[in-house]
């Protein structure tokens, strides 16, 4: 039977994003990228263009992130705030809006 994982990063007062969320600023104009930085940190690609882990603890859980999914699946307000990943995919399993 296949498993489902939600893997989700909120704030404690429950929110996902700042104010002003959007295409110029994904999480909120108040630094929400900030969260990221171990994702876009390093020097080579890893599955697509955006994703550049660090070599170490970061690449081998995004690794582990990707091995274990068969799936990745983002609401609607995601897919419209990364413009649908302008159709470049290769980083994502599936795609999916709801």
């Known amino acids: 039977m296949t498993k489902v994982i939600i893997d989700m990063t909120m704030s404690l007062d429950g929110f996902v994003a700042g104010p002003g969320d959007g295409k110029a600023y ?6 929400g990228m900030a969260i990221f930085d171990w994702f876009f940190s390093g020097t080579e690609e ?11 603890p970061n690449l081998d859980e995004v690794k582990r992130m990707f091995a274990e999914s ?3 699946i983002f ?10 990943w ?3 995919t290769r980083s994502m399993a599936c ?4």
Do not use: K, N
């Not at 609401?75 to 649908?84: F, N, P, S, V």
């Not at 795609?95 to 709801?98: E, G, I, L, N």
């Open 95 to 98: 795609r999916c809006s709801c």
């Open 46 to 56: 890893y599955r697509a263009p955006v994703l550049r882990p660090e070599p170490g």
């Open 75 to 84: 609401g609607r307000r995601t897919y419209e705030i990364a413009d649908g």
């Open 86 to 88: 302008a159709g470049d």
């Open 70 to 72: 068969g799936a990745f």
């Open 26 to 31: 994904p999480l909120g104009q108040h630094g």
